[in-house]
Each structure stands twice: as structure tokens, then as C-alpha cells.
């Protein structure tokens, strides 16, 4: 018997249960389908014409506000693909960004330089990511816990300076690499398609979440979560921990490759910044602060991070900062400021995250409900 | 030959920049168990309040008695931060390891934001004796002071450190805590007090680097202790965690590797070199150089 058990599902509160139990709502037989539904209202999302005031700059089908919903969506399938590491096995690595710079990268140097078409390109450039994230899994996962995050943290520095560099002329250097469009189909070019782009980041969000969802169920998930909770006992039970642990490993840096293929497409490029190290340390806070180790708590934190940190820099430059005294309006006009803060008070206030906030909130109103029966 | 002595010269300033940050790195981490990303944080604090003290603190300057004031204000504002970050951020976390990590990324992303936000985003020219400008020619060779200066600063905080370890009652804790924490908290000693200790000294040497090193480059600006921080930490795990004379030999190794190959090769490849270094290091001794003993 390999097959691990491993308390992954958390049972409802005993309160949440009977008050189910007692009023089968409208809500909870929705519930199930609630993914359903959110997925087909972001398929026709570019159908409409809303104005949203405040929220976006344009109306939703505008190219401007469809390409920043699109890189919301591909950091939500990151942070999602990185969850598969911190929050499912809890391997805590520094460089993920190296895996996301080399899809990035390398889709767009073979079709630039190398003058390859696009569908031949970004599966090279996925497949070189996932052998480059395998063979430095194989000499990092030699060490464990804190001396593997600063080795990760090591080889994407690597990687960051050999962008930096420019080594052979290939990867532009500080001024980065603009996508050569002439290689791509004409489907994917220009301002008026962006809403393909867009389905694109959507179509890899679903894969990802899919993914990690059948690889949480799997037997092998189960002892990744083994891995997590008690290392010993896994290796007690007579399983290599290094290899599941290579294995997931792996499959996060495929996943993050094959973002960096869909986000080349989408901004057009590629830039050094993506290969710094504050890349990984973002997606790090995007799981921390949608609650790791839950199935939409990355999504939905690689999302709202990416939005905040794309509105928050117009934010910072609106009327209502400025009419406020300089030591606040100068830190609050940082996105990162703001969100490095929010994050700190995360990891004190809400360990589980936003996924935990739902639970926290029926816990509460069950509590003020019962609270004032409690004296007789 | 004048070029060997220059570059070996170079690479030890370098050395002594990197010995300054993984020291105390190196001791926050084999004594309480915490990767501190806000070390770089603690470098570009002192540095900043060290360029502020001296062009708006009275007594202080950029020159001569003046700037030792400034330097001097510098550090002392760094060992502060590191005592309040300790104190407040770290504490109430005690042996949640990756919990500390995480408000340390926080602390080490909204810090450096604050920074930028303060003073901007730019590099800006430091204020810095004029001496420092200058060079001193050794054995033929062209030095520069700044880079002299740097050595000399790190070989004496190498000494004040290990003197410190070996014979006072706080470097006995500390070394034993290092060594096994639960065996020193068992005898009835607040571990926790030589935590904050440890802090403090963390953040004096960063700060002191964050000072000294803005006097070889010439200018300070709010990421110069994220990219610096990331060569500490190759610094730390080469040296072995814990270990304040590993760290010296790991600098040391790494500061005149780095200068050498990038001058006889392509400039950046000594950096990949370092890397290199790291790798074969973890796969033939995955403990480092010292392994986890406070003092040689």
C-alpha cells in the first residue's frame, strides 16, 4: 500500500453543518457550479461594454482594460502553479521567477531571433523550462527548508544576470527584447485582438488550477501533503522524499514556463525585470495572501495582487493622495509599500488567508447568533 | 603583476562588504533560525541616515571628525531598526520559522518602497571624505582608498565579533545557543534576549556596510542592499550557517573569485562562477565550510 492519507479536507464547523443540514438553500445547491458560473462570465466578460468607474480605466471591453485583466489572470495561475510548491509540499523556493523568465524568454528569443513559428517556439520554450527546472531541482533539493530557499534564491540570481548581461547578444540586455510579430499568427497581433490574448491567459488559468487540482487528489499529492505535514514519516513509510518532492517541483516550473509563454504574447516582450528575485518574493505574498494550500486562494490572491499593484501606481498619481499631508501620500503613492504592509498584517491576522476569510466570517455570524441564546 | 595586486586588493574590499552583511546573517540564522530578507533593509537604512546625518546633523560632515559623527549615527539608527524589527515583528513569532521569513519579505519590500518614496528613486552622490577619493599606491599597484578602508573596517568588526564570542558571558549564550538552543533554554537562560543581541549586531555590521560601502561607490540608492543581499546569502550557506569565521572565508572566496574572473573573462561570468562555487560546495559539503559552530 503506498496510497498516504493525509488530512487534506478540513471539516465544516459543526455549526455550519447543522444549519445546512436544517435549510437546504438555494446557496449551497449553487455552490458546487460557483466555479461553473465565474468561468462563463469570464469567457463573455469582453462581450460587454460597462463602464466601471473607479474599478477600471476604460469600459471592460477595452483593449487597455482586457490586457491587464489577462495579466491578472496569468499571475493567478501562477501563484496557483506555486502553491503546488509552498503551500501542497511546503518547499519554500526564491526562484521562481527563473522558470517564469525562462518560458518568457525563450518563446520570445526562438521566434525573435531564431525566426521560429510561434507553435513550434512556446513548446521548446516550455520543455526547456521544465528541463531547466528539473535539473536545478535535482542540486537544490539536495538541501532542505531554509538553505533550499537561498540556493533557489542563488541559480535565479544566475538567471537574472545572464539577462542582465546579455550574453551573445540575445537577450537585449536592460532594454529587453520586443516580440517580433511577424512570426505569429495574425490572430494574436494588434490591439484589436487582445480579447484573444485574453481567453489565451484564461484558457492557461483553467489548465493550471485543473492541473494542480488533479495532482492534489492523486496519490502523489497525498504524499506531497505527507511531505508537508512530517517528512520523517514519509520517508518512514518507505518513499523517497526527494524524488516526489523533484517531481513537484518540476511540474511548478513546467506550469510557470508555460505562463511565461502566454505573458510574452500578451505584453509583447520580454523584459529583465521579470527574472528578479522580488518576481518570486511577489508570488510568495500573492499565495500568502489568498491562503495557501487551498485550491482558489492563489487564484484569487495572484489576481487581486496584480490588480492592485497595476491600480495602485494610478492611485498613487490621483487627486484625492495628493490632498493628503506628504509622509502619507508619498508611502501610499508605492504600490509595493501598500502591499508589503497588507501582507505583513496578513501573516499576523490571517494566517489561512483570503480562502480562510469565508469560514472566519459564517464562524463569527454563527457565534453573534447563538451568542445572546447562550444564558438561558 | 600591478594588476594582480589591484584586483586581489579590490576583491578584498569586496570581500569585506559581503563579510559585513553575512556576518550578521549568519548569526541571526544559526542562532534564532531566521533567513532575514530585511538585512538589506537594515543596509540602506544606515546608509540613507548616514548621508542624511551628514549633510543635517550639527557636529557632522562629510569630512574628517564629522563624518566619523555621521557614520557613527548611521550605524547607531541601523542597530535600532534591528532591535525594533526584532522586538516587535520577529518576537511574537518565535519559532515559526517560515512565518518569520515572510514578514521579513514583507518587511524587506515595503522598507525599500518607503525609501524610494522618501528619497527616490535615483541613485544620489554620497557625501564622502575626500581622502577616500584618492588611491594609495601598494606594491605598484593603484588602490582606491574607499575599497582599503572597507578591509580595514571588516577585519576589525571580524575581531570585535570574535573577542565578543569568546569572552564575554553574552558570546558563551550565544555560542551554545547556536550550538543547541533547547539545551542553553533548559539551563535557565532567556535565549530570547541574546536574539535581540544578535539583531543588534546584525544590523550595526549592515549598517556599517551600507555606510562604508556608499563611500566606495559613491552613491547610495534604495535597492543597493537587495542586490548586495543575495551575494550574503551565497556568503552564509558557503560559510556555513552560524559560523562567523566561515562567513570571513566564504567573502573572502567569493569577493576575490568574483573580481578575478571578471576581469580575465566576460564581466558577470565571475558571478555565474560564484553560483558555480555554491553548487559544488552544497554537493560536496551541504553543511558549508564550518558547518553550524559559532566560532572556528
Given at each position: 500500500m503506498t496510497e498516504v492519507k493525509s488530512p487534506e479536507v478540513p471539516a465544516p464547523p459543526a455549526a455550519e453543518s447543522a444549519q445546512l443540514a436544517a435549510e437546504p438553500t438555494l446557496w449551497a445547491r449553487i455552490r458546487p457550479f460557483l466555479p461553473l458560473v465565474v468561468l462563463?462570465?469570464?469567457?463573455?466578460?469582453?462581450?460587454?461594454?460597462?463602464h466601471l468607474p473607479g474599478i477600471f480605466e476604460g469600459a471592460l471591453n477595452s483593449p487597455g482594460t482586457l490586457q491587464l485583466l489577462a495579466v491578472c489572470l496569468i499571475f493567478g495561475g501562477l501563484a496557483a502553479g506555486y502553491d503546488l510548491l509552498f503551500g501542497r509540499t511546503g518547499m519554500l523556493s526564491f526562484g521562481h521567477a527563473l522558470y517564469f523568465a525562462a518560458g518568457v524568454y525563450g518563446t520570445d528569443i526562438l521566434i525573435t531571433r531564431a525566426g521560429l513559428p510561434l507553435w513550434q517556439a512556446a513548446p521548446l520554450a516550455i520543455v526547456g523550462g521544465t528541463i531547466?527546472?528539473?535539473?536545478?531541482?535535482?542540486?537544490?533539493?539536495?538541501?532542505?527548508?531554509?538553505?533550499?530557499?537561498?540556493?533557489?534564491?542563488?541559480?535565479?540570481?544566475?538567471?537574472?544576470?545572464?539577462?542582465?548581461?546579455?550574453?551573445?547578444?540575445?537577450?537585449?540586455?536592460?532594454?529587453?527584447?520586443?516580440?517580433?510579430?511577424?512570426?505569429?499568427?495574425?490572430?494574436?497581433?494588434?490591439?484589436?485582438?487582445?480579447?484573444?490574448?485574453?481567453?489565451?491567459?484564461?484558457?492557461?488559468?483553467?489548465?493550471?488550477?485543473?492541473?494542480?487540482?488533479?495532482?492534489?487528489?492523486?496519490?502523489?499529492?497525498?504524499?506531497?501533503?505527507?511531505?508537508?505535514?512530517?517528512?520523517?514519516?514519509?520517508?518512514?513509510?518507505?518513499?523517497?522524499?526527494?524524488?516526489?518532492?523533484?517531481?513537484?517541483?518540476?511540474?511548478?516550473g513546467g506550469l510557470a514556463a508555460a505562463g511565461g509563454a502566454v505573458y510574452c504574447l500578451i505584453v509583447g516582450g520580454a523584459s529583465p525585470h521579470i527574472t528578479s528575485s522580488e518576481l518570486t518574493l511577489s508570488l510568495l505574498v500573492m499565495v500568502v495572501l489568498g491562503g495557501p494550500g487551498t485550491r482558489w486562494g492563489p487564484v484569487l490572491g495572484g489576481i487581486l495582487y496584480m490588480y492592485l499593484d497595476h491600480r495602485l501606481v494610478s492611485f498613487g498619481t490621483s487627486d484625492a493622495l495628493d490632498a493628503l499631508p506628504a509622509f502619507?501620500?508619498?508611502?501610499?503613492s508605492q504600490p509595493l509599500f501598500v502591499l508589503g504592509t497588507v501582507f505583513i498584517l496578513a501573516v499576523y491576522f490571517f494566517p489561512g488567508g483570503l480562502a480562510s476569510l469565508a469560514p472566519r466570517l459564517t464562524l463569527l455570524r454563527n457565534s453573534l447568533r447563538l451568542g445572546p441564546r447562550q444564558p438561558d | 603583476m600591478d594588476t594582480v595586486i589591484l584586483l586581489t586588493l579590490t576583491g578584498l574590499g569586496l570581500a569585506a562588504l559581503y563579510f559585513l552583511v553575512a556576518s550578521g546573517l549568519?548569526?541571526?540564522?544559526?542562532?534564532?533560525d531566521v533567513l532575514n530578507f530585511a538585512h538589506g533593509l537594515f543596509l540602506g537604512f544606515g546608509a540613507y541616515a548616514t548621508w542624511w546625518a551628514a549633510g543635517n546633523l550639527p557636529g557632522a560632515g562629510s569630512d574628517g571628525f564629522g563624518f566619523v559623527v555621521a557614520v557613527a549615527f548611521g550605524v547607531a539608527a541601523?542597530?535600532?531598526?534591528?532591535?525594533?524589527?526584532?522586538?516587535?515583528?520577529?518576537?511574537?513569532?518565535?519559532?515559526?520559522?517560515?512565518?518569520?521569513?515572510?514578514?521579513?519579505?514583507?518587511?524587506?519590500?515595503?522598507?525599500?518602497?518607503?525609501?524610494?518614496?522618501?528619497?527616490?528613486?535615483d541613485a544620489r552622490p554620497f557625501p564622502r571624505p575626500e581622502w577616500t577619493r584618492q588611491v594609495t599606491t601598494i606594491l605598484g599597484a593603484q588602490v582606491p582608498n574607499g575599497g582599503l578602508l572597507l578591509i580595514v573596517a571588516a577585519a576589525l568588526v571580524l575581531g570585535a565579533i570574535l573577542a565578543f564570542l569568546r569572552w564575554t558571558r553574552y558570546g558563551l549564550i550565544i555560542r551554545a545557543g547556536v550550538e543547541n538552543r533547547e539545551m542553553v533554554t533548559a539551563l535557565g537562560i532567556d535565549v530570547r534576549k541574546a536574539f535581540t543581541l544578535v539583531f543588534a549586531i546584525g544590523g550595526a555590521a549592515a549598517a556599517l556596510a551600507g555606510a562604508l560601502g556608499s563611500v566606495y561607490f559613491g552613491t547610495v540608492s534604495p535597492q543597493q542592499g537587495g542586490s548586495l543581499l543575495i551575494f550574503a546569502f551565497i556568503v552564509v550557506v558557503i560559510g556555513g550557517m552560524g559560523s562567523v569565521v566561515g562567513s570571513a572565508y566564504a567573502a573572502v572566496a567569493v569577493g576575490l573569485l568574483q573580481q578575478?574572473?571578471?576581469?580575465?573573462?566576460?564581466?558577470?561570468?565571475?558571478d555565474i562562477c560564484v553560483v558555480a562555487l555554491l553548487a559544488v560546495v552544497l554537493l560536496l559539503r551541504p553543511q558549508g565550510i564550518a558547518g553550524k559552530v559559532a566560532t572556528a
Open positions: 462563463v462570465v469570464a469567457v463573455i466578460l469582453p462581450y460587454s461594454t460597462l531547466l527546472a528539473g535539473l536545478i531541482g535535482a542540486v537544490a533539493l539536495r538541501t532542505v527548508g531554509i538553505a533550499f530557499a537561498m540556493v533557489t534564491l542563488a541559480f535565479a540570481q544566475v538567471g537574472a544576470i545572464l539577462v542582465a548581461r546579455d550574453f551573445g547578444g540575445l537577450t537585449g540586455g536592460e532594454e529587453g527584447l520586443p516580440l517580433d510579430v511577424a512570426g505569429l499568427p495574425s490572430r494574436l497581433v494588434g490591439v484589436a485582438n487582445t480579447v484573444n490574448l485574453y481567453w489565451l491567459a484564461l484558457a492557461y488559468l483553467v489548465v493550471v488550477v485543473f492541473v494542480v487540482h488533479r495532482v492534489t487528489g492523486s496519490p502523489t499529492g497525498r504524499v506531497l501533503a505527507g511531505l508537508r505535514d512530517d517528512e520523517r514519516r514519509i520517508g518512514v513509510l518507505g518513499l523517497d522524499p526527494y524524488r516526489f518532492k523533484l517531481v513537484a517541483f518540476t511540474l511548478a502619507l501620500s508619498r508611502p501610499l | 549568519s548569526l541571526v540564522f544559526g542562532l534564532a541601523g542597530t535600532l531598526m534591528a532591535v525594533l524589527v526584532e522586538l516587535v515583528l520577529i518576537r511574537p513569532l518565535y519559532s515559526r520559522t517560515i512565518e518569520q521569513v515572510l514578514v521579513t519579505v514583507g518587511l524587506s519590500l515595503a522598507g525599500v518602497a518607503l525609501l524610494q518614496a522618501t528619497w527616490g528613486a578575478f574572473v571578471n576581469y580575465y573573462g566576460t564581466s558577470g561570468l565571475g
